[in-house]
């Protein structure tokens, strides 16, 4: 082996980073094998494999393999690692995603432990690619962030870029369109100020937001700058006639999208007979038939993508498979069928969260004429308010007028001890939420309401069921204080016998009949209890311990959880059937400290529930003890908050001055709280314990003096 040899394999390795595939494949020929190391025959074997894949040649596993083996727990952990990436990239690139997976994240450790630092962002790229097939679309986000921050860290603008656009796509895929673009945006003008023209970029990623939105002619047109660019890379060749094929169908450009369709399967066949790519392409196919009312190959060719989906557990596809079946049943006349079918497809884009798929078909299925006007007006006022949050207007258009042309029913009368539940709403995340809840509060699609402690879960139970005109009471249940042996029959009712001591008991679902059933923290129930309760949903019909009987229950169902609800999937706590069927209408309510805006109003509304008279004189210091409370953390939000003005109000006598006072001087004991905390924490170093406090060194040091620390 000479120097020159090694400088050779470096000249090649930067004809890869260049990407001149080709030219580097015909200098790896020219150099003789025979005389070299076994670390240099490494270079050279991952070199070949690595141009390969590029140009979509993937019958280099052996290759890859054999490095693998020959470089397991030796001391050249560089090479190992960047065998296992390349062996990652192709195993995603065959669709065998979980075992990509895995093989990925050992690469990752393994270039962190050579401290190669370019190199575990590669892998976290190619990470980022196979969580987003298999559905992981936060965790792939998050990966994706994590390789940006290091291309930046190390000044490799062009690393940095690629993986902005692939961000830029992630982004789209949740349907986070509005940000999708202006992150491509810039790319794109970068790309344009320095003639780089990477074709990855203009092929995956940019046409479709534009599309999305509307703007078809200037996806036409920012998807053909691309063609010329393409011939040496077979893969990209085959996204591109997928991306045209999907903008052809939004142009009503039918016999367009069906030949880029045809030219991208056949790529995508050649290359892979089951990847993302083939089921993606196929399932276009089937929204291109239903399009054009040919139904019988609609279903044939969703039904060959989903094959390859599930193999693959691609779940975006998959859902969007459920879609177009929905369809073809729709069509059928079958409206049983094509009611679960969108179901089905509907659960699973809210399960992986991708919010434009999941926003059009519930569009789609709203305007099926297959629900009732209630589901019906619920469905399209939550399709409008994703699409009104990303701007994409030819949707907003379309459901205002598919509103103002079917008009919800008056909700029926309640019952008259009904009072109506106080909501302060003055943030704009609360008035968008008491908005929705008032459009869908009449339809009998399930609630399912996340937050954190304290954040008036129970307050939006009680006003979904006082706006929906239910006249049935409203019984909510803590399935947290009851006793798992107890709970089956306190829901589902029991007959006299069925246990040791038990009485005829109707039970808390019968008791909800015509009205609504509050279920809080409905992930304490046991999966036993889960199924039943799933069986309930389904069937609307509950049967009591001790008998065999199925009575019929018309009830409307509002869950709610503390925790977060994708963390107790992950560890089993609640069934992922019933979260479907729960999470018809998520509703997210935030931390108090994320809505600071609706704090002066929450302290005059607890003031006048307690029956504090707050006009006169008492105006001004009630207004300034809710500015005071605004800068104040509240981890224990709303119910925090209304704790301590009650008990502010007790201690002063019901005095507004005396109130004020009482909270400053809480202000000045939880400054010297925190203070003495910082400069613990601090080792007595006043500008770190700034920083702790998020304010100047000035500002510690005037503390010091006041509070006589």
């Not at 000044?155 to 509005?178: E, K, P, Q």
């Not at 409206?335 to 089905?344: E, L, M, N, S, V």
């Not at 996340?450 to 069921?465: I, P, Q």
């Not at 507004?656 to 003495?676: M, Y």
Request: with cysteine; charged share 25%.
């Amino acid at each position: 082996m000479t120097n020159q040899t090694v400088k050779s394999l470096q000249a090649i390795e930067e004809l890869v980073r260049n990407k001149r595939y080709c030219d580097a494949l015909n200098e790896l020929k020219n150099i003789d094998v025979a005389g070299l190391g076994a670390a240099e025959i490494g270079h050279h074997s991952l070199l070949t494999a690595e141009a390969s894949l590029y140009l979509g040649d993937y019958s280099v596993g052996n290759l890859i393999d054999e490095v693998i083996e020959k470089f397991r727990g030796s001391e050249r952990t560089d090479i190992f690692a960047w065998a296992k990436f390349l062996k990652g990239w192709l195993l995603s690139a065959l669709s065998r995603h979980a075992e990509a997976q895995e093989v990925l994240l050992e690469a990752h450790v393994n270039f962190l432990r050579c401290r190669d630092l370019k190199g575990s962002a590669r892998a976290l790229n190619q990470l980022s690619y196979v969580l987003l097939i298999l559905g992981h679309l936060e965790s792939s986000i998050s990966n994706l962030r994590k390789c940006i921050d290091i291309y930046c860290q190390l000044h490799y603008d062009h690393g940095a870029t690629v993986a902005s656009s692939n961000l830029a796509y992630l982004l789209f895929m949740t349907g986070a369109i509005r940000e999708s673009r202006i992150v491509y945006a810039d790319i794109a003008e970068r790309i344009e100020s320095t003639g780089e023209k990477n074709v990855l970029i203009y092929t995956e990623m940019f046409p479709l937001p534009l599309a999305y939105k509307g703007d078809i002619a200037t996806a036409r047109k920012t998807i053909a700058k691309c063609r010329p660019y393409l011939d040496k890379y077979i893969r990209e060749k085959a996204i591109y006639y997928e991306n045209l094929g999907l903008i052809c169908i939004l142009d009503r450009d039918y016999p367009a999208a069906e030949k880029a369709l045809k030219a991208g399967l056949e790529i995508s066949i050649k290359i892979a007979p089951e990847s993302a790519l083939v089921s993606q392409i196929k399932r276009l196919f089937g929204d291109l038939y239903v399009a054009t009312n040919k139904f019988q190959l609609a279903e044939q060719f969703a039904s060959e993508a989903l094959v390859v989906a599930e193999k693959i557990n691609e779940r975006v596809e998959i859902a969007a498979c459920h879609r177009v079946f929905a369809q073809v049943e729709a069509h059928r006349g079958d409206a049983d069928k094509a009611r679960q079918w969108y179901g089905k497809a509907m659960d699973m884009f809210n399960l992986v969260g991708s919010r434009y798929e999941l926003a059009v078909t519930r569009y789609l299925a709203a305007t099926s004429g297959l629900h009732a006007e209630t589901e019906r007006t619920a469905m399209l006022y939550l399709a409008r308010e994703y699409f009104a949050a990303e701007d994409v207007t030819h949707y907003v258009d379309k459901i205002d007028a598919q509103l103002r042309v079917h008009v919800l029913p008056p909700a029926k009368t309640k019952t008259a001890d009904a009072a109506r539940p106080v909501v302060v709403a003055v943030s704009p995340a609360m008035k968008k939420i008491v908005a929705l809840v008032e459009n869908i509060a009449p339809s009998e699609m399930t609630v399912l309401l996340s937050g954190a402690t304290g954040t008036g879960k129970d307050l939006f139970a009680r006003y979904v069921h006082y706006c929906s005109g239910r006249t049935g009471k409203l019984v909510i249940v803590n399935m947290a204080t009851i006793p798992d042996a107890l709970a089956e029959a306190e829901l589902f009712g029991c007959t006299k016998g069925a246990f040791t001591g038990s009485e005829d008991r109707p039970g808390l679902i019968a008791e909800a009949a015509e009205g609504t059933l509050f279920l809080n923290e409905v992930a304490e129930a046991s999966s036993a209890v889960q199924a039943k309760l799933l069986e309930v949903l389904e069937t609307r019909c509950v049967r009591r311990l001790g008998e065999n009987e199925r009575r019929a229950v018309n009830f409307r169902l509002i869950a709610a959880s503390s925790t977060d609800v994708q963390e107790l999937l992950r560890i089993g706590r609640l069934r992922l059937d019933l979260y479907h069927r729960l999470n018809q209408i998520p509703i997210v309510l935030s931390p108090l400290d994320a809505r600071r805006e609706d704090i002066p109003a929450l302290v005059r509304h607890f003031l006048t529930f307690a029956g504090f008279d707050l006009t006169g004189g008492n105006e001004t210091a009630i207004s300034e003890l809710g500015e005071l409370l605004s800068q104040w953390s509240w981890p224990g939000n709303v119910r925090q908050l209304q704790a301590l003005v009650q008990r502010l109000w007790t201690e002063a006598g019901q005095d507004s001055v005396k109130i004020l006072q009482r909270a400053r001087e809480q202000e000045q004991e939880r400054q010297r709280e925190d203070l003495e905390a910082a400069i613990v924490r601090s080792g007595g170093n006043q500008s770190r314990a700034a920083e702790l406090l998020g304010v100047s060194e000035g500002t510690v040091r005037h503390r010091r003096r006041k509070l006589g620390l």
